[in-house]
C-alpha cells in the first residue's frame, strides 16, 4: 500500500470521531438554529428569527451576566490561589509531598454530589450557620436564599473543587522551569519578587493562557454544581446560560431556539479566548 | 521497508499492527455479543401464588358493601390483595413498565405502583417494572420517549396539568373502551366485557369521586386515566398552638378582634386581607407568644419559594380568592382565572393579581423562615410536621403524614380548614374593587393529581389498564389512601366521613391515624372542595410545562426581591402571550374554552349530594 493511503488509514478513526462528534453536531446546531423547530410539532424555515428573538430575550442576558459574573470572579480566584500554592509546595517545604495529595482531593469528587454536599453545608441550620453562631454571630447569613449572597456561595464551591486543577497544571509547569536561569539570578542579586517578574511569570506565561483558557471555557458552561445547590434561584439570580439552554431545549423543546442560543455562545467564546491569546503576542513582559 | 527487527523470527512492524487490529475487533465483537446477549429479558415467572379470597363474594354493583362502611368490613379485607375473583390473565411473558414519580418504594405516589404490583402479578400473570424518575425531569422523559416513538414505557404516572400536551400529539390512549357501557351508573354490568376480557370494577355507585377530579381523568368525552389521587391546597394550623385560649386572648388586645380556625365552631370565616395577615404577623412573633406548644413553634409560615417544584401555587390559591367571581355558568367574568376564555388574554397581570402578589410579598412571606426561599415542597411539609411552624397551606400530604409517628411529630395537633377567603375582589368585566360582606372563598383542586396513563407505543394496553383499575378498585384504593406513605388523597366518596362521605373513621384509626386528626382533615378537605361558590380551574392545555415554567420563575423572581411584583406579572403576561402566538392562539382558544367547560354551567361537583 502507497505510504500516503497507510497514513490516511490510520488517521481514519480519528477523523471519523471528529466528523461524527464535533464537526455533524456543530454544523446541525448551526442548521437548525434558522428553523422553528419545535419537537412534536411542524419545523419551517424563520430566516434566523431565533436570533432576533435571543437578543431581547432577558433569560439570555441575564444568564450572560450570571455566567460572565462567575466566570471572571472564580477563575481569578483559582489561579491566584492554585499559582500562590504552586508556587510554595514547588519549594523545600516539609511534607509537601503530602500536602499536594491533600490538594488534588476535590479534583475526583463529582460535581453533582458535591453540590447537594454544600447544599446541606451552607443549609441554613447547617454546620457553616452552627460554626458562626459558636463565634457570636446572632443574625445568619442566608448562603443559598439570599439573591445578594447565593451566586458567591456557589463561586466558593467551585473554588474548592476547582483551585486544584489551576495548582497541578501549575506546578507541573513551574518544576520544569530551568534552574540555572534562577542560578544566574541569585548570583546576581535578584530578589524573589524580580525573579518572579523577570523569570517565572514570563516563562510560564505560555501554561498559564493554556489553563486560564481552560478553566474559563469551563467555568462559562457550567451546570452541574448550579443544579444540586440552587436550581438557578433565588429567582433567577443563579441561573447560568447553560441552564437555560437546558431549559429550552428539554422542557420547551424548541430545539431551533436552543440552537441558536448554542451557537450564540459558541461566538461568545471564540472572542473570548481570542481576546485571552493576544497576550500571547506581547513581545515584551 | 519498516520493520521492527531485521533479525530472522521477528514480525514485523505491519504484520503485529495487522495482527493486533484483528485482535481487537474480535474481542470487541465478543463483547457486544455478551453484552446484548445479557440484554434480553429473563422470561417471567410469578414467584407468589394468588391468595385465595375467603370473606367476600361479588354480588353486583348494587350490593351495600362495595365500599368498607364499617369498620369490621375495612378490617377483614385488610389482608386479602383482591377480595374476588379475578378472571384477566394476561398473555404469558407479558411486562409493563411504568415511569413514576422518583420517592422510593414507600414514597409517594411511587410506593403504591411498588405494593401493589407483586399480588396483581400473581393474579394476572403480568410483571410490573417501575421506573423513577426525578420530578424536575418526569415530563421531559415522557414527552421525550412519545414524541421520539421510542417507546420505553407502557405507562406513565402524570400529573393532570399536562394532558394538553399528550392528548393534542395523540400520545396516549384512552381506556373508555375497557370501561364498558354505564360505566358510570353500573347499573347494569358488574365488569366490562367490551373487549372480551374482565376488568375489575372500579367505580361503582358509592364509590364515586367528585367531578371535578374525575374530569382530570377525561378529555372531552373520553377517560384516560383510572382514579388514583386526588390533589387540592389546603390550610393547615397547630389547633393546640392556635385555638390556646391565652393565645387568642393576646390577639384580641393587640388586634382589637378574634378569630376562630375550627370550620366546625360558628364564625369560622377567615380572609386574608388583613385578618390573616394579622394572625401570621402573631405567630411570627414566637418570643411574645404566651404559649408556644410542644414542640414549640418556630415561625408562622411553612411555604416554599425555591424554583422547581410548584411554588407558585402558594401565590395562585391566595390570587384566586381575590379575583375569581363566583357565577351560575362558567364564562368570560365569572368562575374564570389565568386567562380571558375568548381571547386568551392572560389576566395574569391585571390590578388583582398584581395586588395579590404584592400582598404575599409584604406580607406573607415575611413570616416565612428565611430558608424557605431554598425550600422545596418536602421541606415546607417538613416544616410543618416538625412542630415548627404553626400554619401551612399545602397538599393533602400534610394531612395524612400528620399521624406518622416516622415523619411527624404534631400527631392530634393538626386543624384542616379551607382557604381563607377575601373581603376585597377584583372584578374584571367591572374593572373595579368590589368591598363584600362575607369572605369569597374558592375551592381548589391545585395539584398534579397523579393517576396512570398509557402511552400510544405501549404493546400491552390492556395490561396497563388492568393494573391500574386494580390500585383504583375500591378496597385497594381506599387502604392506600389511608396509608400516611402513598401520596394519594382524598376525594372520593368512601374517603370522607359521615355525613359527606361513607367511610369510618375506625378504618383510618386502624392504620395509625389519630381520630381527631382524621376527622378535623376529612372535614377540612369537604369544606376545601365543596363548601366555597366557585372554583379555581388548574389549566390543562398545550404547552403547560412552559407557562408553569414561567410562572415559576417570576413569581420566584417577585419572592426573591429581584424584580416588583408589577413587572414580574407584566413579564409572566408578555412571556405567555408569546408562548401562546407560538403554538397558535385559535387552537389555544378552542383547548382552554374545552378544559374549564366554558358555557356550562357552574357545578359543586358532588355527584352523590
Request: glycine share 10%.
Amino acid at each position: 500500500m502507497r505510504p500516503e493511503r497507510t497514513k490516511l488509514l490510520y488517521l481514519a478513526p480519528a477523523l471519523a470521531w471528529i466528523f461524527a462528534m464535533i464537526l455533524f453536531p456543530l454544523f446541525y446546531t448551526i442548521g437548525i438554529s434558522f428553523f422553528d423547530y419545535t419537537l412534536g410539532g411542524e419545523t419551517e424555515f424563520n430566516y434566523g428569527l431565533n436570533y432576533l428573538t435571543a437578543v431581547q430575550d432577558y433569560r439570555l442576558w441575564n444568564g450572560l451576566k450570571v455566567s460572565g459574573v462567575f466566570t471572571v470572579v472564580v477563575v481569578s480566584i483559582e489561579f491566584l490561589l492554585g499559582l500562590g500554592l504552586a508556587l510554595l509546595l514547588s519549594g523545600r517545604v516539609r511534607g509537601r509531598r503530602t500536602l499536594r495529595l491533600i490538594m488534588l482531593i476535590p479534583l475526583f469528587a463529582c460535581p453533582i454530589a458535591v453540590g447537594y454536599l454544600y447544599l446541606m453545608i451552607f443549609h441554613q441550620r447547617g454546620p457553616v450557620n452552627a460554626f458562626l453562631g459558636l463565634l457570636g454571630f446572632v443574625e445568619m447569613p442566608n448562603w443559598l436564599g439570599d439573591p445578594s449572597l447565593t451566586l458567591f456561595t456557589v463561586g466558593f464551591v467551585d473554588i474548592w473543587g476547582w483551585t486544584s486543577f489551576m495548582f497541578l497544571i501549575l506546578l507541573a509547569a513551574i518544576e520544569s522551569l530551568p534552574v540555572e536561569l534562577y542560578e544566574a539570578a541569585q548570583i546576581d542579586g535578584a530578589s524573589g519578587w524580580l525573579k518572579f517578574r523577570k523569570l517565572t511569570f514570563p516563562m510560564l506565561l505560555p501554561t498559564i493562557l493554556i489553563a486560564l483558557t481552560l478553566r474559563i471555557t469551563d467555568a462559562f458552561k457550567i451546570f452541574d454544581i448550579f443544579v444540586g445547590l440552587t436550581k438557578g434561584g433565588p429567582g433567577i439570580s443563579t441561573e447560568v446560560y447553560s441552564m437555560y439552554v437546558y431549559r429550552v431545549t428539554l422542557e420547551y423543546f424548541k430545539f431551533g431556539y436552543s440552537g441558536a442560543l448554542s451557537v450564540i455562545f459558541l461566538l461568545i467564546m471564540m472572542v473570548a479566548i481570542n481576546v485571552l491569546f493576544l497576550f500571547r503576542r506581547l513581545r515584551k513582559w | 521497508m519498516n520493520t521492527l527487527s531485521s533479525e530472522k523470527g521477528r514480525m514485523d512492524r505491519r504484520r503485529f499492527v495487522t495482527y493486533l487490529g484483528a485482535g481487537a475487533i474480535v474481542v470487541a465483537a465478543a463483547a457486544a455479543g455478551g453484552y446484548y446477549a445479557g440484554q434480553r429479558p429473563p422470561t417471567v415467572t410469578p414467584t407468589t401464588t394468588a391468595v385465595a379470597p375467603t370473606t367476600v363474594t361479588v354480588v353486583g354493583p348494587t350490593a351495600p358493601t362495595w365500599a368498607p362502611t364499617t369498620f369490621e368490613g375495612y378490617k377483614n379485607l385488610y389482608d386479602v390483595p383482591v377480595p374476588m375473583p379475578y378472571p384477566y390473565k394476561a398473555p404469558p411473558g407479558t411486562n409493563i413498565t411504568i415511569a413514576v414519580l422518583a420517592a422510593g418504594t414507600r414514597g409517594v405516589i411511587s410506593g403504591p405502583i411498588y405494593y401493589m404490583r407483586d399480588s396483581w402479578s400473581a393474579m394476572t400473570g403480568a410483571t410490573v417494572t417501575a421506573v423513577d424518575i426525578a420530578f424536575s425531569d418526569l415530563f421531559t422523559k415522557f414527552f421525550t420517549d412519545v414524541v421520539t416513538g421510542a417507546g420505553k414505557f407502557d405507562a406513565f404516572i402524570t400529573g393532570g396539568n399536562w394532558y394538553g400536551d399528550l392528548i393534542k400529539g395523540g400520545y396516549i390512549v384512552p381506556i373508555t373502551d375497557y370501561l364498558g357501557p354505564d360505566f358510570h351508573t353500573m347499573k347494569t354490568v358488574s365488569r366490562s366485557t367490551n373487549t372480551g376480557n374482565n376488568h375489575v370494577q372500579w367505580y361503582p355507585p358509592g364509590t364515586e369521586s367528585d367531578l371535578r377530579h374525575e374530569e382530570l381523568l377525561k378529555w372531552g368525552k373520553d377517560w384516560y386515566g383510572c382514579a388514583m389521587d386526588q390533589d387540592g391546597i389546603m390550610f393547615y394550623y397547630r389547633k393546640d398552638v392556635v385555638n390556646n385560649e391565652d393565645n387568642k386572648k393576646k390577639f384580641e388586645k393587640e388586634y382589637g378582634y378574634t378569630y376562630e380556625m375550627d370550620v366546625n365552631k360558628p364564625n369560622n370565616d377567615i380572609w386574608w386581607d388583613n385578618q390573616m395577615a394579622d394572625i401570621l404577623q402573631f405567630y411570627n412573633n414566637v418570643h411574645d407568644l404566651p404559649f408556644r406548644g410542644n414542640p414549640p413553634v418556630q415561625y408562622a409560615s411553612s411555604i416554599s419559594f425555591a424554583r422547581g417544584f410548584l411554588s407558585w401555587m402558594y401565590w395562585i390559591v391566595l390570587a384566586g380568592v381575590m379575583n375569581v367571581i363566583p357565577g351560575p355558568t362558567v364564562d368570560r367574568y365569572h368562575n374564570m382565572f389565568f386567562w380571558d376564555p375568548e381571547t386568551m388574554e392572560p389576566t395574569i397581570n391585571n390590578e388583582g393579581c398584581v395586588k395579590s402578589l404584592e400582598f404575599y410579598v409584604d406580607k406573607i412571606i415575611p413570616t416565612a423562615p428565611k430558608e424557605a426561599m431554598g425550600w422545596l415542597l418536602g421541606e415546607s411539609f417538613d416544616g410543618m410536621l416538625s412542630g415548627n411552624a404553626a400554619f401551612s397551606w399545602n397538599f393533602g400530604d400534610i394531612g395524612r403524614m400528620a399521624s406518622d409517628p416516622s415523619t411527624s411529630k404534631i400527631k392530634g395537633k393538626v386543624g384542616v380548614r379551607l382557604m381563607p377567603g377575601a373581603m376585597n375582589i377584583y372584578d374584571r368585566e367591572k374593572g373595579q374593587w368590589s368591598k363584600l360582606d362575607t369572605p369569597n372563598y374558592v375551592a381548589n383542586i391545585m395539584g398534579c393529581s397523579w393517576h396512570g396513563v398509557i402511552s400510544k407505543f405501549s404493546k400491552n394496553p390492556e395490561a396497563c389498564y388492568d393494573f391500574f383499575s386494580y390500585i383504583a378498585y375500591p378496597y385497594n384504593h381506599f387502604r392506600l389512601k389511608a396509608k400516611g406513605w402513598s401520596g394519594y388523597d382524598p376525594g372520593r366518596k368512601f374517603d370522607f366521613l359521615p355525613p359527606n362521605g361513607t367511610a369510618d373513621v375506625q378504618a383510618y384509626v386502624y392504620e395509625g391515624w389519630d381520630e381527631g386528626d382524621a376527622k378535623a382533615y376529612m372535614e377540612g378537605v369537604w369544606e376545601c372542595y365543596y363548601a366555597p361558590k366557585t372554583y379555581q380551574i388548574f389549566p390543562r392545555i398545550p404547552g403547560m410545562r412552559r407557562f408553569e415554567e414561567t410562572m415559576d420563575v417570576r413569581i420566584a423572581m417577585a419572592a426573591a426581591g429581584t424584580s416588583s411584583p408589577k413587572d414580574s406579572l407584566d413579564g409572566l403576561a408578555k412571556d405567555w402571550n408569546a408562548i401562546i402566538d407560538d403554538i397558535g392562539r385559535t387552537d389555544m382558544i378552542k383547548a382552554f374554552q374545552t378544559d374549564v367547560g366554558y358555557g356550562k354551567p357552574y357545578t359543586k361537583g358532588i355527584p352523590w349530594a
